[in-house]
C-alpha cells in the first residue's frame, strides 16, 4: 500500500515546528519592535521560538487531537490505536498510545541518539589522535564534548523508557498504560527536545560541559539556550512518563497480583519512576533560572546581584546524582530477572532485594553534596555528605 509522506506524524511534526518556531520568533521581533526594543536580540527570539518548535512539532503529529475534541465539546472515544487501513510500520511514525509501539519508539530513538553521540565522541577521538590541533578550535572542542555528554545522558533514559514501557503492563497483567495518550505526549516530547539539543552546535555551541554550570552557562554562546530548552523539554517528558508508571504499577495489577509478587523489575520502576517524579522538577528548575538570568538578566546565579553560584550546583546536584540510580536500578532488576531464569532457581531473598531498590533511591537523595566538596560547604556539613556517602 502506498503512504503518501505528508501522512506520518513524524513528517507533520516537523514542518509544523519549523513554521511554528519561525512564526515565533517573528511574532517576538514585532513585539520588540512595536516597544521599541533593539530588534536583533537573539536570547529572547530563541527562547520563544524554541518553545513555540516544540508545541507546534506536538501539533503536528497530533498529540492535542483528541484533547482538542473534549474542549470543544466532542466525544474522543478510546485511544486510536493505529489505523487499519495504513500499514502496520507507520504507526512507529505516528501518534499511537499503544505501549508496545511507545516501547520501540523510545528504544529506536535511544539507538539514534547514543549513534549521534557516539559520532561526536569519535570526532573527539580523531583530534585527540595526534598532539597539537588538526581540525577542532579548542572553542569547537568544548563544545562538541559538552553536547556528547548530555545526549550520552539522555539516550540512557530513553532506552529505560523502552524497556519500561513495553515490559511493565506485560509482567503485571495489565492491557495498557494507564494514561494512553499521557504515555503517547511523554514519548513524542523528545524528539523536539533532542532536536533543541543538537542543534545547538549549529548555533554556537556552548561549552560549558553537560552540568550548566553559570557563570559560564550565563555567559555562554546562543546554543546554550537552546541546550537547556532541550533539556528542560526532555526532563518534562521523564515526569510525564513517571506519573503513568506509578499510576500503573499501583492501580492496573492483575488481581492476586500484590506488591511483593510483582516482578524484580518493576521493582526497580517502581523506585526509578519515584525518583523521576520527585527530582526531576530540580533540574528544570536549574535550568530553567539560567535561562531567565541569560534573557531577563535575573541575578539568581551573580553575586553581584545578590545572588550564590553554588545554589545553582545545590539544585542541578539534588536531581543529577538520583539520576544515577535512574539509569542503575532498572538494569539491576533485569540482571535479577535474568539470572533465576538461567540459573533455574528462584531469586534469593526476594523481599529484600525488592526494598533495596526503594532503599537505594531514598539514600540517592541524601549525597547530592559529595559533587561538591571542594565548594567549600564547611567541615561539618563535608563530613555528613560522607557519612551518607559511604552508606
Not at 45 to 58: E, Q
Not at 111 to 135: D, K, N, S, T, W
Not at 189 to 199: K, M, N, R
Not at 239 to 260: E, H, Q, V
Request: proline share 6%.
Amino acid at each position: 500500500m502506498k503512504v503518501r509522506i505528508s501522512s506520518l506524524g513524524l513528517v507533520r511534526g516537523l514542518v509544523y515546528g519549523i513554521i511554528g518556531a519561525g512564526v515565533g520568533m517573528a511574532v517576538t521581533l514585532l513585539v520588540r519592535a512595536m516597544l521599541g526594543r533593539p530588534a536583533p536580540v537573539a536570547e529572547p527570539v530563541t527562547l520563544v521560538g524554541g518553545i513555540c518548535w516544540v508545541v507546534a512539532f506536538l501539533a503536528g503529529v497530533g498529540a492535542f487531537d483528541d484533547w482538542l475534541s473534549w474542549a470543544l465539546g466532542a466525544e474522543a472515544g478510546d485511544p486510536h490505536h493505529g489505523g487499519h487501513d495504513m500499514p502496520r510500520w507507520t504507526r512507529y511514525f505516528n501518534f499511537d498510545p499503544n505501549h508496545k509501539v511507545i516501547g520501540v519508539q523510545y528504544a529506536v530513538t535511544a539507538v539514534i541518539v547514543m549513534f549521534a553521540a557516539g559520532l561526536l565522541a569519535l570526532i573527539m577521538r580523531l583530534e585527540l589522535a595526534q598532539p597539537g590541533m588538526q581540525f577542532l578550535s579548542p572553542d569547537t572542542y568544548n563544545h562538541i564534548m559538552s553536547v556528547h555528554g548530555i545526549v550520552m545522558i539522555a539516550s540512557i533514559l530513553l532506552g529505560v523508557g523502552g524497556m519500561a514501557n513495553y515490559l511493565i503492563p506485560l509482567m503485571i497483567g495489565a492491557p495498557d498504560m494507564a494514561f494512553p495518550r499521557l504515555n503517547a505526549l511523554s514519548y513524542w516530547l523528545t524528539p523536539p527536545g533532542a532536536i533543541l539539543v543538537l542543534s545547538s552546535l549549529v548555533t554556537g555551541g556552548f561549552d560549558t560541559g553537560w552540568t550548566g554550570y553559570p557563570p559560564l552557562g550565563v555567559k555562554a554562546p546562543l546554543g546554550a539556550q537552546f541546550f537547556y530548552i532541550g533539556v528542560f523539554v526532555i526532563g518534562l517528558s521523564s515526569i510525564l512518563g513517571s506519573i503513568n508508571f506509578l499510576t500503573t504499577i499501583f492501580k492496573m495489577r492483575a488481581p492476586g497480583m500484590s506488591l511483593f509478587r510483582m516482578p524484580i523489575f518493576v521493582w526497580g520502576m517502581l523506585a526509578t519512576s519515584i525518583i523521576q517524579l520527585t527530582a526531576t522538577q530540580f533540574i528544570g528548575t536549574a535550568f530553567l533560572m539560567v535561562v531567565l538570568e541569560r534573557v531577563l538578566g535575573m541575578g539568581f546565579f551573580d553575586p553581584a546581584k545578590g545572588g550564590n553560584v553554588v545554589l545553582f550546583q545545590h539544585i542541578f546536584w539534588f536531581y543529577s546524582h538520583p539520576a544515577v540510580y535512574i539509569f542503575v536500578l532498572p538494569g539491576l532488576g533485569v540482571i535479577s530477572e535474568l539470572l533465576p531464569v538461567f540459573a533455574r532457581k528462584p531469586l534469593f531473598g526476594y523481599k529484600p532485594v525488592a526494598l533495596s531498590s526503594m532503599a537505594i533511591a531514598i539514600m540517592g537523595f541524601l549525597v547530592w553534596a559529595h559533587h561538591m566538596f571542594t565548594v567549600g560547604l564547611g567541615n561539618v556539613l563535608n563530613a555528613a555528605f560522607m557519612f551518607t556517602t559511604l552508606l
